[in-house]
């Protein structure tokens, strides 16, 4: 069973970045597509980003894209998630989660199975 530890969340300014990681153990993030989910106050659960190791294919939501991106680490251990430009309504909780979805699946987090405990992200000046 992999186990994912999220991290790097924190009060930012807007206009500032963050990278948040996702450490696993227990399991190959190199045989997973990777993701990324949100949930702010109050709303629900809502698509970041997602990365299938195995051809690198990467899905964004449109709000994310031209400032977001996710990344692989070393020896399928880790997967990051750095946002640039923060505003406001990216204050959320982020989780990452793994799991095998097709490839028009990937924003969908039913499909996953295994899921971080989430980290918090507070954007506010």
């Known amino acids: 069973q992999v186990q994912l530890v999220d991290a790097g969340g924190g009060f930012v300014q807007p206009g500032g970045s963050l990278r948040l990681s996702c450490a696993a153990s227990?399991?190959?993030?190199?045989?997973?597509?990777v993701a990324w989910f949100r949930q702010p106050p109050g709303r629900e659960r809502e698509f970041v980003a997602a990365?299938?190791?195995?051809?690198?294919?990467?899905k964004y939501a449109d709000s994310m894209k031209g400032r977001c991106s996710i990344t692989k680490g070393n020896a399928g251990s880790a997967a990051y998630l750095r946002i640039d430009n923060l505003a406001p309504e990216d204050t959320a909780n982020y989780s990452c989660?793994?799991?095998?979805?097709?490839?028009?699946?990937?924003?969908?987090?039913?499909?996953?199975?295994?899921w971080g405990q989430g980290t918090q992200v507070i954007v506010s000046s």
């Open positions: 990365l299938r190791w195995s051809g690198g294919n990467t």
């Open positions: 989660a793994v799991g095998r979805p097709i490839v028009s699946a990937m924003t969908n987090a039913e499909i996953y199975y295994y």
């Open positions: 227990g399991g190959d993030l190199r045989t997973y597509t």
